[in-house]
């Protein structure tokens, strides 16, 4: 492909003055219509010196610089392992702390649910000792309260019947009893006290 180039940039290149039908010096010597070969071979020569010059001009810098890209691109790929094996690690420790707190709000719903259960039955156990409390009081309360109206009855019964006694003695009892009555009460009380 070269030197197609070259053959293209030779035909196409001006020809010197005074060469006959536009072509330079070597197409008159090689006929009016040649390939100048000659040419084509110099400027091949002139390329390949002119590459193998940049070739070895440039071949430290290339060098360097494929080295340096190497060496970014291996540092690149560590990096990017590195993170990876970072972001895996990270991943899961996310996923073992995502099991472990679904297992820790299982649990806190098992402790709830217990400790739910065993409030209600303290409430209940309460409640019954409180209802087994109010009934006890209740039935001491009526206790007292029928032991206190009977006391209440007795002491009006006894009055009533002091009153109804006091009218029956009051018709039934003359002066000459209430007298007799007074002695023998006073003769009953000089036997019991002593030394009287």
């Known amino acids: 492909m070269l030197l197609f180039l070259l053959q293209a940039a030779a035909w196409a290149a001006p020809a010197p003055e005074g060469a006959e039908g536009g072509h330079g010096a ?10 100048p070969w000659d040419m084509i071979t110099l400027q091949a020569v002139n390329v390949l010196l002119f590459g193998a010059l ?6 430290g810098p290339v060098q360097d610089a494929l080295k340096n890209r190497a060496l970014a691109v291996s540092k690149q790929l560590e990096d990017s392992a590195r993170l990876k094996a970072a972001a895996a690690a990270t991943n899961a420790d996310i996923e073992a702390r995502l099991l472990s707190l679904d297992r820790r709000v299982e649990e806190m719903k098992a402790e709830a649910a217990l400790e739910a259960d065993r409030e209600a039955r303290k ?22 309260e029928s032991t206190r109206a009977r006391n209440e009855l007795r002491g009006e019964a006894a009055r009533l019947a002091v009153a109804l006694a006091r009218e029956t003695l009051k018709r039934s009892v003359t002066p000459d009893d209430q007298d007799r009555l007074a002695r023998e009460f006073l003769a009953a009380v000089e036997k019991e006290t002593p030394n009287g």
């Open 26 to 35: 070597a197409a008159a010597e090689h006929g009016s219509h040649g390939i």
């Open 54 to 59: 940049l070739v070895w001009l440039a071949r």
């Open 123 to 144: 409430i209940e156990e309460r409640a019954q000792a409180d209802a087994a409390r109010i009934q006890e009081t209740a039935e001491r309360t009526i206790r007292e």
